[in-house]
């Protein structure tokens, strides 16, 4: 890991860019009157538009888990951002956009094309950056996942002993491959639905919602559309991790 740049932000919380081999990604920490001893993890899920355009959100999710005391960081996903493209993953988002175009539905041929290829590197990929997470000395555990794209975070909570809890965000499409992968889940879980999501499958989140194998387990869902999440879902949601990463 490199990191390219730091800045103090005017809470305190320092927040720093590194690169990890061609990954660009973005850790924050608490400011210095928190940061005596090393700060519970959380690893920052984001869609597939690129850490530029993610990074108002991402900053806000991250300065409020450094008020709680928690490390953040995220990663640019594979074939997003200034990564390179890769032909697959372009031909999915290209079959997906003349389908939506089209008013046609959206098929499990192009759900799958368009997210299991990317579940498949991206995982790795957040693998090996908390590895390298972990050996910095503000950095110990537990360790959450929160947001970004669903798939991503059941593998990960099926994967990644280290991670003990997961906020995940109920509005991206969903491979059936993965509700089979979804009863393996047995860490707690925070979900997040937005009942009038235009770009989700309300109940095939919901179908997934009850595969989880988590015994605890609970969903949130809110009115309103994919951007539409009310401010109090971000509180509900510190107060997950506030119980399970201390």
Known sequence: ????????????????????????????????????????????????LGLHRMYPRLVARARRAAADGFATATIELPGCGDRPRWPAGEQARADLRRAKEAGDPIGDEIIDALILPLVEKAVPEWQSALDVLLSLPE?????????????????LAVVEPRIVAAGLFAGSFIPRAMFE??????????????????????????DLFDAFGSQEKSLHANMGGHTGVPQHAGEDAAGFFARHLR
């Open 1 to 48: 890991m490199q990191f390219t740049s730091e800045q103090r932000l005017d809470d305190g919380a320092v927040e720093r860019e590194f690169t990890l081999g061609e990954i660009p990604g973005i850790l924050w920490t608490p400011g210095s009157a928190s940061a005596s001893t090393p700060a519970p993890l959380i690893l920052l899920g984001h869609p597939t």
């Open 181 to 206: 992968e979804a009863r393996r889940v047995t860490i707690p879980l925070h979900v997040l639905l937005q009942w009038d999501d235009e770009g989700n499958d309300r109940q095939a989140a919901l």
């Open 139 to 155: 950095i110990g555990g537990p360790i959450g996942y929160s947001g970004g794209v669903i798939s991503i975070g059941i593998r």
